[in-house]
């Protein structure tokens, strides 16, 4: 298990750029999958990205391809997302996870640790 503690949400008008951050506790950030969730009211937790623990691989959803990045430095233990070009419907809770597997990170289900969420609210 890790904490993870994320920050950087806010409101924010369309087409602009917010970078969330995730700090992770304990020294075996390095070692994890780590992804980026978003939930919107009334809908189910939705994957938005996730980065390999050594940072060589990253995958996302279509719908933030070319807008978001996905990026951790191990170093500080940190993950980032940064988002540009923000639309109203990425407004969302966003939430950091952690998991020890590569292979079905884009599966909510598959990580074990949460952060407890940044509001992240775009308006047209």
């Known amino acids: 298990q890790v904490q993870l503690v994320e920050s950087g949400g806010g409101l924010v008008q369309a087409g602009a750029s917010l970078t969330l951050s995730c700090v992770a506790s304990g020294r075996t950030f390095s070692t994890y999958t780590m992804g980026w969730f978003r939930q919107a009211p009334g809908k189910e937790r939705e994957f938005v990205a996730a980065?390999?623990?050594?940072?060589?691989?990253?995958n996302y959803i279509d719908s933030v391809k070319g807008r978001f990045t996905i990026s951790r430095d191990n170093a500080k233990s940190t993950l980032y997302l940064l988002m540009s070009n923000l639309k109203p419907e990425d407004t969302a809770i966003y939430y950091c996870?952690?998991?020890?597997?590569?292979?079905?990170?884009?599966?909510?289900?598959?990580?074990?640790?949460w952060g407890q969420g940044t509001q992240v609210t775009v308006s047209s």
């Open positions: 980065i390999s623990s050594g940072g060589g691989s990253t």
């Open positions: 996870g952690a998991t020890s597997t590569w292979v079905r990170a884009s599966y909510h289900s598959t990580y074990h640790s």
